[in-house]
Structure formats: structure tokens, C-alpha cells
């Protein structure tokens, strides 16, 4: 049987997956499954700004450093993640903006030297980063968060042109979760992208991070909803692939989980300028979603032995 990789050559598409940096340093499996299946990689935290400047004024790129050597040593491609968030910030940060210590004026220059800092620090190590995670909310208006009410709406379109000058030839991305159908909140960013192209600002592409779930069911439009960001002149990727299931695993949500994956992968394959399918990790024994929602979990492509699931199958199957 081929890799993931191999397959994905001839498509064009970049294969991915999110990088956990300790199962890295400590499970050889993981380590070789990396390097064989995927070839590009993102890291799952250690570019976020809480690890990146955990105390202010002194930025720590070892860990991140890390990941873009072994991209190299095994001809991998790194896709950046993420410059701005609501969450994962430094605790100096969160702290000093609720308490007043930080004005609206010295957060924008906090942001700016971020931005160009990071951004400058990995030109020419990334293809793409997402500027900006996570900006608009599910009802679709603009997320209510420190950034925005602080910096106001133009804080994004900054964002986007402080990276721009810091590496002029990263594709830059807006990117989210629950956008990858036509709705509300992905309607709000194709909005969005359309005035912040018509304003000339940098604007590169539109990320749907991808994470479902099998009880939700899957929405048929997502190759519509690539298509219509795509006429406007961005390219797209999914980002952080991964469909969860309540547990326990049972045969019928391995297949409709199997299902998920196939659904965004063939969007993206049928799609014209969809760069890269990136999946939020690949095997269930290091998976943020146990974690993150309560008696869910087993949402990547192998399971916790590393033996590959339905939705394996399927991926490669569609390659
Ligand atoms: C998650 C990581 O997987 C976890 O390890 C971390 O504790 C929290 O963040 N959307 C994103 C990702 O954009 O950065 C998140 O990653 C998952 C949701």
C-alpha cells in the first residue's frame, strides 16, 4: 500500500497534518508516520503566541525551530498557525489587557512588532499562515474578543498587511471552524474577504479548519462553499481535519466518519485552487478532542495503535 503522501503527489494537493511536538520527541512511530504519510506539517500549538513569547520581550523559536528542521530534513512543507487568536495567548498578555495595564494604542504595537516578528522569523520556513483564527462567530458577526474591542474591525485588515511585509510570499489566510458549508458565519467571511480584496489588502485564502463530528451529520455544500471563495480570487485549504465521534467507536460511525473525511477531500480535490488537506493529527493515541469535548473522541485516520481506520481507507481511496 502507498503513503497518503505518494498518492497526494499527483493531485497537487499538499497532504498534511498537525504536529503534537512531545509525541515527536518521544514515540518513534509517530515520528516515522509523519514523515512517511504527510508532506507538509503545522504545529499543533508551539507557533501560538503563549508559546512563542511566554515572557514579554523574549521570543522562545526552539520548539517551532524544531518542527521546520525536521519539515526539511524529511522534504516537508510547514504551513503557519497561527499569528492572531483569541486563545493561547501569554498570560502577560490576557493579564495586562484586563487590567488596564495595556490601552487600545500599545496592544496595536503589541500586535504589529508580533506579527512582524513571528512573520519575519519564519519567512522563507512557511508557504502560508492563518493571520487571523477564529474572527467571526457562528451567528456570523465579527467574534466579540479583546482584539476587536480594543482594536476595533481594522485590526484584521492590519493584520494581514503587518504580515505582508514581514513575508511578502506567504499565502495568507483567514481561517475558522464551521465555515466548511454554505451558512451564516462562512457567508460573513466570504463578505468579509470580498471588501478586504475590494480595499487591497493582502488577503491569499480562506481556511476551513474542518472539524466534524459524525452525530451532527455532514453538509453537502462544502465544495459549492470552496467554489464560491474561489471566484474570488483566493485559494482555499482545510486546515485542521478531524470528524469525532461520541464514544464508544462502533462500525456505522467509522463509516460515517470515514464519510466526513471523503467529503472534504473530494472538495477539495474537485476544487480549483484548494492547496492542501491538513488533518488535526492522525492518530487517536494523541488527539485534542477527548480533551476538548467530553465523551467524544477517536476522530483521526488511524487509531491509537497506529492501525488505519475506515476513514484511512477512504482518504487514500480518493487520492
Ligand atoms: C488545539 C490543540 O489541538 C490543543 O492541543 C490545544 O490545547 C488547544 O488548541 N482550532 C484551532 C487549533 O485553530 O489551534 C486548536 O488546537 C483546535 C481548534
Redesign the pocket.
Known sequence: ASTLRALAKRTGVRIGT?V?MAALADDTTYRERVAAEFNSVTA??VM?WQFLEPERGVSDFAAADELVDFARRNGQQVRG??LL?H??NPAWLTSGVNSGEIDAAELRQILRQHIYTVAGHFRGKVYGW?VV??VIDDNGNLRDTFWLRMLGPGYIADAFRWAHQADPKAKLYL?D?NVEGINAKSTKYFELAKQLRKDGVPVHGFGM?G?LGVQYGFDGTALDNVLRFEKLGLETAFT?VDVRMILPVDNPKLQAQAAGYTLLLQACLLAKRCVSFTV??FTDKYS?VP??FSGQGAANLLDENFAPKPAYQAVSNSL
Do not use: L, M, P, S
Request: avoid cysteine; glycine fraction near 8%; proline fraction near 0%.
Open positions: 498537525a503534537d499543533e500549538n501560538k498557525h497561527t487568536w486563545n493561547q492563518d483564527n477564529e481561517n471552524y479548519q472539524h485542521e488535526w493529527g485534542w480533551g476538548f
